[in-house]
């Protein structure tokens, strides 16, 4: 028979004399679909033209806090395809998700919410945009991956070189290390 060492109890995970996590901490707390729209102006003619459109293609970001240390990001895509100058389909997704974003500083915040939150919730918008398009009636639209990272990039280098511009020399820092 084995003894029972009662003389150094471990503590409880997430019990009494549990530590809290320290340093910075990220996490997902929910994804989920906030918008939606399809239209096709032209069914059922459409389907009788040929199908070669040209695809227009649109992508927004935002994010919002929404309680402490707690944030909303949101992606929007859109997609138009365009037959004989008049419109296919249109097809628009507001993917969300609410995430936990803690003790980061600013400027890591802002490209957290810039780039690691659109990269989780983007597969989903594309998965969705699809099915759409598809249930629509159409051939699936794939949308090739984004490099949030990059468009995150050249948005602050953008920022930058329009306050060089503006005659705010100094206090024009340069993101891109």
Known sequence: MAEE?????????????AQEP?????????IYLKDSSFESPRAPQIF??????????????????????VYEAVISL??????????????EVHQAGVFTVKDFPEAELEQILATVCPNILFPYA????????????FPALMLSPLNFDALYRQKKQQEAEQ???????????????
């Open 5 to 17: 060492d009662n003389n150094n109890p471990q503590p409880a995970v997430g019990g009494e004399g």
């Open 22 to 30: 320290t340093g910075p901490q990220f996490g997902l707390q929910r």
């Open 48 to 69: 009788q033209s040929q199908w070669q459109p040209k695809v227009n293609f649109d992508i927004k970001m935002r994010n919002a806090k929404v309680a402490e240390d």
């Open 78 to 91: 859109t997609a138009e395809a365009i037959v004989e100058e008049e419109t296919g389909f249109l097809v």
């Open 126 to 137: 594309r998965e969705s945009i699809d099915a759409l398009v598809t249930k629509g009636g």
């Open 163 to 177: 306050a060089a511009a503006g005659g705010n020399d100094a206090a024009a820092p340069n993101p891109i290390q």
